[in-house]
């Protein structure tokens, strides 16, 4: 390989464990979730990794490197020869553990710097994508698991909601809204407690699709009174830690 003395650095934190994250770069289902259909990569020393961008480009390279679950090497360059021939840029992607989920770095390093400068935004976009892979396979259960938090709260029995909370929430979960500021499952569980008391009869119920977003997702909500007619509504956001579980609710009111 000719010299590579120019480089581009990108450093992004995935909310997923870094066993989770590496799984994209080694197995060829995952990585053609966030290359496109036809995408491969063979996760060995000398293996081949290939990508098909979904305009029809294709690129392609020689993995050097692999160490699970913390880093990855592979060459790469395009079958057209142009911006770059195949195995003419080198790649190198290192996993770390941290607070909210994995840091992820890419080094990506050329021959050329005008090719280097084209490929800034490519990878800012590339990663983007990654981190939504991610996470929807991460968090491909928010959807019940939120109609499960909205359940929570006409369920009278205080038992019932630690044991759905823990399923569903991590420990130190937060709520936030007009009449909440709880801190931690010891705090949530009377507290909801507390809002049957003095708001008897209300039963939540989403209201349409979960969004979500890179460990983020929103559901709008409708609170009917106890003749069954809608009293409220509003939007609840919640904020999901590495493994999928809840771990802060801040509740918007309409």
Not at 16 to 27: E, H, K, L, M, N
Not at 106 to 129: C, I, N
Not at 192 to 214: E, N, S, T, W, Y
């Amino acid at each position: 390989m000719t010299p590579l003395p120019h480089s581009l650095t990108r450093t992004v934190v995935i909310r997923a464990t870094p066993a989770t994250v590496f799984r994209f770069f080694t197995d060829s289902s995952r990585w053609a979730q966030w290359w496109g259909a036809g995408s491969t990569i063979d996760a060995r020393p000398g293996g081949t990794m290939k990508i098909r961008y979904p305009n029809g480009v294709e690129a392609s390279g020689e993995v050097l490197d692999v160490v699970a679950p913390t880093h990855v090497v592979f060459t790469m360059g395009y079958a057209s020869g142009t911006p770059m021939a195949p195995g003419a840029s080198r790649v190198s992607i290192t996993l770390a553990p941290h607070a909210d989920g994995t840091r992820l770095e890419l080094v990506h390093e050329f021959a050329d710097v005008a090719v280097r400068d084209e490929h800034v935004q490519g990878w800012r976009y590339q990663l983007s994508l990654f981190a939504n892979v991610v996470a929807n396979e991460v968090n491909a259960g928010v959807a019940k698991a939120i109609d499960r938090w909205f359940e929570l709260w006409s369920e009278t029995d205080a038992s019932a909601r630690e044991r759905t909370l823990r399923d569903i929430a991590t420990s130190r979960v937060k709520f936030r809204d007009r009449f909440s500021m709880t801190d931690g499952l010891e705090d949530l569980v009377p507290h909801i407690g507390a809002a049957q008391r003095f708001m008897p009869g209300f039963a939540l119920k989403r209201d349409g699709d979960v969004r979500h977003c890179q460990g983020t997702a929103l559901a709008d909500w409708v609170a009917a009174g106890s003749a069954g007619r809608p009293q409220s509504t509003g939007t609840n956001v919640f904020v999901l830690a590495p493994d999928g579980k809840i771990e802060l609710v801040t509740g918007l009111w309409r």
